[in-house]
T-cell receptor
Framework: GQNIDQPTEMTATEGAIVQINCTYQ??????LFWYQQHAGEAPTFLSY????GLEEKGRFSSFLSRSKGYSYLLLKELQMKDSASYLC????????????FGTGTLLAVQP | DSGVTQTPKHLITATGQRVTLRCSPR?????VYWYQQSLDQGLQFLIQ???????AKGNILERFSAQQFPDLHSELNLSSLELGDSALYFC???????????FGEGSRLTVL
């Protein structure tokens, strides 16, 4: 079966750094996505990791270790607008996207 | 704005009824995906179409069906609706069959 685990909720302070972890067990692996979703809105793309290592994009970075079935999303210089749900998704398909999403980590940024 | 358009944004209907949700992908995208998001669950993959043909199937109920038309827009048909079908239904699109998905704003279905 396919399984993705991420913490349900996290709280952090404005200006700080937060790391959101994601572990997965899937029948295949063809990349890992991170999406941001504000309540009642569409998920928006943050990052895509296919190979091991760290991908940096502005205040957001994402890390992948395929051997450990592990990824994390690092958010720096937190802003109030970063309060949202962060979804980890694994593409376990081969020639076509078959994404399984985690239930998301609800991040609350406090002043 | 992702460029993916979904209608209607909100829909309220009764049990046993049938509804159709519509999605227009981003210009140039050939793949369309449908996802269901309930309050207590994450995004559940329903079905994917690529250039008019069904490409992958997820946990889509037999009461649900979808299609992608020659102009690449897609429709998700939900029939014999039950209370448990109340959810946000998202459409997403991608250029090919792999890579980044762009999500629409969703259609919120409430079954009373």
């Amino acid at each position: 079966g396919q399984n993705i685990d991420q913490p349900t909720e996290m709280t952090a302070t404005e200006g700080a750094i937060v790391q959101i972890n994601c572990t997965y067990q899937t029948s295949g692996f063809n990349g890992l996505f991170w999406y941001q979703q504000h309540a009642g809105e569409a998920p928006t793309f943050l990052s895509y990791n296919v190979l091991d290592g760290l991908e940096e994009k502005g205040r957001f970075s994402s890390f992948l270790s395929r051997s450990k079935g592990y990824s994390y999303l690092l958010l720096k210089e937190l802003q109030m607008k970063d309060s949202a749900s962060y979804l980890c998704a694994v593409n376990y398909g081969g020639a076509t996207n078959k994404l399984i999403f985690g239930t998301g980590t609800l991040l609350a940024v406090q002043p | 704005d992702s460029g993916v358009t979904q209608t209607p944004k909100h829909l309220i209907t009764a049990t046993g009824q049938r509804v159709t949700l519509r999605c227009s992908p981003r210009s140039g995208d050939l793949s369309v995906y449908w996802y269901q998001q309930s309050l207590d669950q994450g995004l559940q993959f329903l079905i994917q179409y690529y250039n008019g043909e069904e490409r992958a199937k997820g946990n889509i109920l037999e009461r649900f069906s979808a299609q992608q038309f020659p102009d690449l827009h897609s429709e998700l048909n939900l029939s014999s609706l039950e209370l448990g079908d109340s959810a946000l239904y998202f459409c997403a699109s991608s250029v090919g069959t792999t890579g980044e998905l762009f999500f629409g704003e969703g259609s919120r279905l409430t079954v009373l």
